[in-house]
């Protein structure tokens, strides 16, 4: 373990910078049990910042699997209704959600991937009220990782395991700015930079983007009243969150019937306990029509058929080569650091708040202006030094976005 003193300062920074606690809130901390240690810290911190009450739901890896393992069909397939109402009636509370991950990136590796994907989908149906407060910015929530043995030992596989996890807790601290004198003024000052960023790209208001690289030219069109965001986004309370820790995008969505071309993956995306890697996704008019994986194609093919929202994108993310999780050189095996370190697009439901006047659109509403809906929403990587982007304004004149992975306009 690390010293106490970073531990704490972590804990801080995602009670203070992520979810933003409040005053008499409530929290929720999802947490593995292995983080049990951090997961205390952060709870007796939230105390000290006057959090109402906190309630943990723990995971356990190895239980995780046993169940995966053993759990008859029918178990899989539906989500006890006490779990459904437990997260809405958080959110009804107006609960901050902490979510502290540390998943290992094969921990499901050779359980049937039907299995998998049946109690995926019924998690996506389940769910489906409780992403309504977290996708929309209802309520204020946050994602931040902690080490375990295995995941550690997947990145840096020459070490031992313990000089693994302390390998990785390094490049934790490091990404998420908690070696800084004072992370969260770093945070404030980075929010900043990710907000003027993206007030440049809402200004240009392209129509289209144009994706090149090795193996991608893919074309996206972007809806009318299309906003893009970065950084730091108020909850429906005007609180300031991050939903992310780390986070390095600046985001979109694309109109879900107005991409065309073909996409390749960059890094390994691991997904729902398997990996999928060198994979490639064709499009057109929005919809995923062809698809090959080197590795894991039974696994994406499971992800595009959890719904029809599934085959189409609902994310678009810009992230610099030059970014200091990209600049690290490693592949983290975990989206929320991969995803940081690359251009990305997600399968699946677009944040409805991507464009103007969505999180108040119904479902019908939501369709007609471009917003992609599904039960599932996964973000990829295909950004490299090797990605050029151009955007296609509204008079039809081009310009050079990216080059050569890095931003080519001037986004300061
Ligand atoms: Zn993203
Ligand atoms: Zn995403």
Known sequence: MPEQTMLKKYAELALKCGVNLQE???????????????????????????????????????LDRLWYENAAQEVLENVPEWRVKMFDHFAEEGAAILSIRSTNPDLLKGIESSRISASNKAAGD????????????????????????????????????AKA?????????????VDQEDPV????????????????????????????????????????????????????????????????????LPHKYGVNGTVSSTKPL????????????????????????????????????????????????????????????????????????SCHLALGKAYPSSVKGGAAMDDDALDANGVNNSITHVDFMMGSGELDIDGVKEDGSTEAIFRNGNWAINVK
């Open 126 to 161: 389940a769910m489906k009220n409780f992403r309504k407060y977290t996708m929309n910015d209802k309520i204020t929530w946050s994602i931040v990782a902690i080490p375990n043995g295995e995941w550690a030992k997947k990145i840096f596989p020459e070490t031992s395991e």
């Open 165 to 177: 996890i302390e390998q990785l807790w390094e490049q934790i601290f490091k990404i998420t700015r």
């Open 270 to 341: 691991s997904y729902g306990g398997n990996l999928i890697n060198n994979f490639s996704l064709t499009f057109k008019e929005g919809k995923v029509v062809d698809f090959s994986a080197e590795e894991g194609q039974e696994t994406l093919e499971n992800l595009l058929n959890m719904d029809e929202g599934a085959r189409r994108l609902g994310e678009i993310a810009i992230v610099p080569h030059e970014s200091p999780i990209s600049q690290s050189g490693l592949i983290f095996f975990n989206t929320l650091y991969d995803e940081n370190a």
């Open 185 to 252: 003024e770093a945070w404030n000052k980075h929010n900043a930079t990710l907000s003027k960023a993206k007030d440049v790209l809402n200004d240009h208001k392209y129509k289209k983007l144009i994706y090149k690289a090795p193996g991608t030219d893919l074309t996206i069109e972007l809806p009318e009243g299309h906003i893009w965001k970065g950084g730091s986004s108020p909850s429906e309370k005007g609180i300031e969150f991050n939903a992310n820790m780390p986070t390095e995008e600046v985001f979109t």
């Open 24 to 62: 008499n809130q409530m929290l929720v901390v999802n947490s593995s049990i292995e983080g049990a240690p951090f997961a205390r810290m952060v709870v007796k911190i939230a105390y000290e910042m006057g959090a109402k009450t906190v309630h943990i739901n723990w995971s356990d890896d190895t």
